[in-house]
């Protein structure tokens, strides 16, 4: 059989070397293959869309997670340009679904690329790691198409029929050689999609859902841009001002566009993004943006006399308590730095955001006395907190240095001090602590048992922090500070295991310490240091068999499956449901919630502090029924907390 060889151009190798080093290395180019690595892929697509709804061109995009796991996104924006390029004898279309970072608009002006994260990978990359793609394209009367294989081209570009639209469709499935699962998942994307119509103001994204039935939809559109992402953060605050502050503003080549509303909540929700790509790590966008904050609120207060002459300046830290502000900006040639690279790094923008916010602020708070002085006086009190707190923790500090560094009596230590090996359990209640400290191995485990109701730090203050007798234990066994004080170097024990009945009380007790970890001690979230303990939920037992431990309802159906098909049918079985740790002896309590080579653990991963800030500012906040509702809903959630 004569074996034809199909001759490779130059640049034909090049691109196939360059989808072959994508399969190879794909974490390399969008994260990881994990499901958070998949959504990238989407974002991916999403984003030469919205880069085309930036250009002006495009008012919708509507994504559709088809049956099997395909994604299909639809744009009306020009069509990716058809005509074949002399220099590379291929057409726009083709290139930017088959070159290595070939992302972004041909000639002129490159305009704001907009990224899904990792910096606009480019559609080749996602093209390269689907089974197929489908891209079609409607512009200049006609309607065209092509389809790719693992990133090479089997259908070159072909015109199937006539259109007198403009937009372009690609349908691709995620290769699941490549990545570990398919299964996207709903409330991720449509978060991801209604943050996108927030900062692309006026731009209309869909998003559905046609794997489960009744669908799933979203529909986002907010011609108030930022000014509405702020009001949908507060919506369950209570409000110090009705109308958020709203500037959008170009100065030079830098579109800025911040709004800002303050809450009587006693944290500071700030959120940053450069070309869409959410900021997490903050930068010169950000410092700029908190100078012209301390500086237009002390000089209204100094100017009138909010502030006297002998009064010290507000702390920045004052003057953003309760605040909620985003902060959006687009620059051409971002430079981004840090550990996850969400850091802008570009030195000039950091006057243009404190310009802009200077004069902008300092007019709305002339023009809104009431608002100004209401905010002024939260800040004021704030101040006064932060001196109290001081106060109260050198009082601590000279207390404990007075009496050593005492640990906390209930704290039953563990003998090894390398905080690597060691890890703390806070259990709900005296007699579960009891047998926690029976069952544990003291090598390596600490037990810190909790009393009573825990104070609601949602509603507290630092200065209340330090002194109660509830979480002043947690703050010394953990041993790092809190707050702007906390030092993740510090910490006494490598893992923090939240252990509370799988009841109500348990899911309130779990609540309150993650929104005290969230607001006190973030970085032992964002470090991978707390977990959740998983007590089992039914114990089957049966003379001469072992007992089973079932975590979950689905555990114990799948266990009375497996039972019967050894002919062990249920009305044999005792079965105990467990209402509480206290429930559970020693031993139980180690073989199914404490020994690590058996016990379940869920890690608290700070995957989105939005959604994070958000639960915490339901559940803890002041208003009751955005809680009960949430509760009821997502009672499941919050028994499996992982933000
Ligand atoms: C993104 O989501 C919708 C379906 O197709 C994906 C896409 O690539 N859309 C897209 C690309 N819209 N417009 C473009 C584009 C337009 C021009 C004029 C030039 C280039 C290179 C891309």
Redesign the pocket.
């Known amino acids: 059989m004569e074996k034809f060889e199909h001759e490779y151009n130059a640049e034909q190798i090049q691109v196939l070397e360059g989808l072959e080093h994508v399969r190879k290395r794909p974490g390399m180019y969008i994260g990881s293959v994990s499901v958070r690595g998949l959504h990238h892929c989407v974002y991916e ?5 919205v ?2 709804a930036l ?1 002006g ?2 008012k919708n ?1 509507n994504v559709t997670i088809e049956p099997g796991n395909i994604i299909c ?3 009306d ?5 058809v005509d074949i390029h002399k220099k590379t004898n291929k057409s ?1 279309a083709e290139t ?1 679904y088959t070159q290595l970072n070939a992302g ?3 000639g002129g002006d490159s305009g704001y690329k907009v990224s899904g994260g990792l910096h606009g990978v480019g ?1 080749s990359v996602v093209n390269a790691l689907s089974t197929w793609t489908e ?1 079609t394209i409607q512009r200049d009367g006609g309607i065209f198409q092509m389809k790719f294989e693992r990133g090479k081209t089997v259908e070159s570009l072909t015109r199937i029929g006539d259109s007198d639209k403009t ?4 349908r691709f499935l995620a290769d699941d050689t490549i990545f570990e699962s398919l299964e996207y998942e709903y409330e991720v994307l449509e978060k991801r999609f209604r943050e996108m119509a927030f900062l692309t103001k006026g731009l209309r994204i869909t998003i559905e859902d046609k794997r489960v039935d009744p669908v799933l939809k979203g529909d986002f559109c907010y011609e108030g841009g930022l000014k509405s992402f702020v009001e949908f953060l507060n919506k369950n605050k209570e409000k110090l001002h009705k109308d958020p502050i709203y500037i959008e503003k170009t100065d030079g080549e830098v579109p800025v566009e911040i709004s800002i509303q303050y809450t009587s909540s006693y944290s500071e929700s700030i959120y940053t993004f450069v070309n869409n790509i959410n900021t997490i790590e903050g930068g010169t966008h950000l410092e700029g943006f908190k100078r012209a904050l301390t500086k237009v609120f002390n000089d209204y207060a100094r100017s009138h006399n909010i502030l006297k002459e002998k009064d010290n300046n507000l702390q920045g830290e004052d003057i953003r308590e309760g605040i909620t502000a985003v902060v959006s900006v687009k620059v051409k040639e971002p430079q981004f730095e840090g550990q996850t690279k969400t850091k802008l790094g570009n030195s000039e923008v950091t006057g243009v955001v404190q310009s802009m916010v200077n004069d902008a602020l300092a007019t709305f708070l002339e023009e809104n006395p009431a608002v100004a002085k209401a905010i002024l006086e939260k800040c004021i009190s704030a101040s006064r907190a932060r001196e109290a707190a001081r106060k109260a923790r050198e009082l601590v500090r000279r207390k404990s240095a007075l009496e050593t560094t005492t640990l906390p009596g209930k704290l039953a230590d563990c003998s090894s001090k390398n905080p690597e090996e060691c890890e703390v359990y806070i259990v709900e209640g005296d007699s579960a602590g009891g047998s926690a400290k029976q069952g544990r191995d003291r090598r390596f485990q600490a037990i810190l048992p909790l009393w009573g109701k825990m104070l609601n730090v949602e509603k507290a203050r630092a200065d209340k922090i330090y002194g109660n007798d509830k979480l002043n234990p947690v703050i010394v066994a953990v041993g790092a500070g809190i707050g702007n004080e906390f030092d993740i170097t510090k910490i006494r024990y490598g893992k923090v295991i939240i252990m509370a009945d799988a009841d109500v009380d348990g899911a309130h007790i779990r609540t309150l310490l993650l929104t005290f970890f969230f607001r006190y001690m973030r970085p032992l979230i964002e470090n991978g240091n707390v977990f959740l303990a998983q007590p089992p939920l039914y114990k089957l037992s049966k003379k001469g068999m072992q007992d089973i431990y079932c975590y979950t309802d689905e555990d114990l159906d799948k266990a009375f499956k497996d039972l019967e098909e050894k002919g062990i049918s249920r009305d044999q079985l005792g079965i105990q449901r467990y209402k509480g740790l206290g429930e559970m002896n020693p031993e139980q309590l180690w073989d199914t919630t404490m020994n690590p080579e058996t016990r379940i653990l869920v890690k608290v991963t700070m995957d989105d502090a939005i959604k994070a800030d958000e639960i915490f500012t339901l559940l803890m906040g002041d208003e009751v029924e955005p809680r009960r509702e949430f509760i009821e809903l997502n009672a499941k959630y919050v028994k499996n907390l992982d933000v």
Do not use: H, L, Q, S
């Open positions: 697509i999403v984003d030469n869309a880069d085309e250009a061109y495009c995009i996104v639809e744009d924006g020009r069509g990716i340009p726009a930017v972004g608009k041909f559609a891209v937009g372009t469709k690609v």
